[in-house]
């Protein structure tokens, strides 16, 4: 079993994670490939512990017969990974030492039982679609999003206008903070905090969202995921800022981007029993009663 492990920041409180996971990757006797921005943590950590850990390759560049990447961190660390690994065809799984842990939805105390599942190969293997901007921007590196795109304003009180058309019908004009445009696993970041609907990683939909729209009649919207999507974007400010997931750049306005269901796709790992729906309930509670 070749693995490659990638974290962003790894702390003392990340100790035991540490112990428990490259002692059961050695038990399975994995060759194991650090990421180059976790490599440089791993060794301070690793003297510091007094770890013995055999089969480590440090180089710099990805080995070509990997068969999983194991990311140690939250969701934004899953989605930084994804594009440092430029969309590689291997599945990803994330062992959650952050905070809601959708992506990276496997505990520490299951680390385990995770690692004998990946070696016996007892897991299910979910495909995620991503989005596609275009035209390419020089600014953004990898034009591509797992969980959004989204356009909002820069630091002012000015709203901004985005006209927005599918397949070149026109849909509306917003007037808003910004607009959403999110694929099913985005449904559970940032469109569901702006009120957008929760739909199932199967589903083969886009969802828009309007942040904080001055419409108060306009609603999130979903679509079905074989259409381009053309948004043209006004300021009075002159400045917009455009995100892809964790990356953001300030463009100027006028302009006019496109976005589609790329070509792409990334594999995400899951445990029995830790499908979208068990997951769902759990993260955020649903049914548990809170009133002792």
Known sequence: ??????????????????????????????????????????????????????????????PNNLDFIIIIGGDGSFLKAISEFEYLHVPFVGINTGR????????????????????????????????????????????????????????????????TYIDDKYLATYWADGLIIATPTGSTAYSMSAGGPILSPAAQNIIITPIASHNLTVRPLVIPDNGTIRISIESRELNYMLSLDSTSVVLRTP???????SAHSISVIKLDGHGFFPTLRNKLMWGADKRN
């Open 1 to 62: 079993m070749n693995v490659a492990i990638y974290s962003q920041l790894l702390g003392s409180q990340h100790q035991p994670v540490l112990e428990v996971l490259f002692g059961a990757l050695q038990r399975h006797k994995a060759r194991i490939w650090l990421h180059p921005l976790f490599a440089p943590v791993f060794k301070l950590w690793q003297q510091s512990a007094g770890l013995t850990c055999s089969n480590i390759d440090t180089s710099a560049s990805v």
């Open 100 to 163: 809601l842990g959708f992506l990276a939805d496997i505990s520490p105390d299951d680390i385990d039982t995770a690692i004998d599942a990946l070696a016996t190969g007892k897991f299910l293997l979910e495909q995620r679609p991503l989005l596609e901007l275009q035209p390419h921007i020089d600014e953004i590196k990898h034009p591509f999003a797992l969980n959004e795109i989204t356009v909002h304003k820069c630091d002012s009180s000015s709203m901004i206008v985005i006209h």
């Open 255 to 261: 302009t006019e981007i496109s976005i589609r269901k």
